[in-house]
């Protein structure tokens, strides 16, 4: 059975005019970390975790290291948070799946599906999870190993199943949530194509086969992927009317952005009002989104919140959209980049 839930996952040319100051300063302290997590998450990626420094993130994010050190008491610090913060994306959309309710067997599915959707989506973010954090600190890998613990925890459950997995020791699960990481690594190592959803199926199988046995564990196999919509995914923001309320409701142009996948909302912002008229495949590749489904669904939901509009003939006729910021989307842009005026008015 299927499982079917559904869930809602650059830089501008620097002024020196005013900042706008409608935003408090926790938030602006909010939006700079969210910035460093951004840089410190690219760094790891390009340069590995051992040859990462302060100066690399602090350069990339547009920030000054007087704000690291405000934000973050050190490198690692910094590094292990940024994990945390991919760790914590996933983590929420796994809770918006409402998988507690299902069978076993089904929250493999559900999660293993999912887990694997978002590697797939985010090729630099899965990089960074499973290559790069075997090459990280005594933090990261403690990190590391409490991660694949709690996964091995979920499929220990499965011992409760049937009398013949009650037979399977506690290590049975840790040795599969290994075996699935080290194929999950092999494939993005080498860098393939293929999707990373690709051996679904054939993990599934593995995964199920000592506590349900063959018949089963076959079945699995030739088992249909679950079908999940994800616009959270895409967004990260909330149902547009309301999102729209608050950002406009108040003095704080901000409010209503959520902070968990800001430094993408912001490179695409930030992207659209350095290069007005970018189509979507501009705004993608400009913003680091690689995934154009993905981009067209945040530009759709931008534009509905009145941050953006578009000029172009659009879809309707076959033609590139032209994307620009309204008034509103102005605001928004300069509120995120009001930290890094003031550090650059205060140097």
Known sequence: MAVRARVRKPSVAVTRQRPVRGAPRARVVEIQRARLLSAALRAVDELGYPNVTVSYITSHARVSRRTFYDVFANREDCLLAALESVVEQVRCELAELGLDALSWQ?????????????????????????????????RVLERREQILAELAQAVDAGRGENSCSDRCPPLTAEGLVGAAFAIVYARLLRG???????????????????????????????????EFETPQAVAGLRPAQSERESIVGDGDVLAGLPMRLTYRTA??????????GASNREAARRAGVSDQGQIS??????????????????QARGERNDWALTALGRQV?????????????GA
């Open 192 to 226: 393939e194509s293929a999707p990373l959803t690709a051996p679904f199926g054939e993990l599934m199988g593995m995964l199920v086969l000592p506590y349900l046995g063959p018949a089963l564990a076959r079945r699995e196999q030739e088992c249909p992927a679950p």
């Open 106 to 138: 089904e929250r493999v599915r559900g999660g293993l599906w999912s887990i694997l959707s978002f590697f797939e989506r985010e090729p630099m973010l899965a990089r960074v999870c499973v290559v790069q954090a075997l090459r990280g600190g005594p």
């Open 333 to 345: 842009a300069r509120g995120l980049c009001t930290g890094a005026r003031e550090e650059q008015e």
């Open 297 to 314: 669904k945040l530009l759709s939901r931008l534009e509905r919140l009145g941050l953006i509009e578009n000029a172009g003939e659009g």
């Open 267 to 276: 490179r695409v912002l930030e992207s659209i009002a350095a290069h007005p």
